[in-house]
């Protein structure tokens, strides 16, 4: 099965009627993922999503863009995020999994049960999960470029562009009148 879904949103009823092992394999880009004001763009994912005993499991390989304040400059950076996304999501009917036991009684809910749960029309929504995945990953201190001088801590000018006015703000004539 090869499937190009032009959401995030996937059908997986077959899978859950089936067997274990059984996937739908996708690919997806230039997709948009907005949560909370972080916006991810030309986010691309590859990948399946899998048959597990009690749950669907998803293996994929996500790219995306996001725009990040430079941690030296303060500029607004263009920073590229790659993962190799994992997460298991768990169905609501699980009556359709016969013989398998049921993931919620046995681990009961979690806060983040929404973003990994198959809804009752078993639909599995990976947008909130791929989101919170692509997040996590943000870098710490993001660099416009590596070799990113960074503001001068006297006069803040970006070094990368600009000249430090320290010296040219206190010319030698004030500094004997001081
Ligand atoms: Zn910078
Ligand atoms: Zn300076």
Redesign the pocket.
Same mark, same amino acid.
């Given at each position: 099965m090869f499937v190009e879904p032009e959401t995030m949103l996937f059908n997986v009823s077959a899978l859950l009627t089936g067997s274990v092992g059984d996937e739908i394999k996708f690919h997806f880009a230039d997709e948009t993922l907005e949560i909370d004001d972080l916006l991810f763009r030309d986010v691309e994912a590859r990948g399946k999503l899998m048959r597990t005993d009690r749950t669907v499991f998803a293996d994929l390989k996500v790219k995306a863009a996001v725009d990040a304040e430079?941690?030296? &400059?303060?500029?607004e950076?263009d920073t590229r995020i790659s993962i190799d996304f994992t997460e298991e999501f768990r169905p609501i009917n699980t009556d359709l999994m016969q013989g398998h036991r049921n993931w919620f009684d046995e681990y009961g809910t979690y806060e983040n049960d929404e973003a990994l749960t198959i809804d009752s029309t078993n639909l599995l929504d990976i947008s909130t999960a791929l989101w919170q995945g692509l997040s996590a990953a943000m870098p710490m201190n993001p660099?416009?470029?590596p070799n &990113?001088k960074?503001l001068c801590a006297g006069c803040s000018a970006d070094l990368?562009t600009a000249t430090c006015k320290c010296h040219a703000d206190r010319p030698a004539a004030l500094n004997l009148l001081q």
């Open positions: 430079c941690s030296r &400059c303060l500029v950076t660099l416009c470029d &990113c960074g990368n």
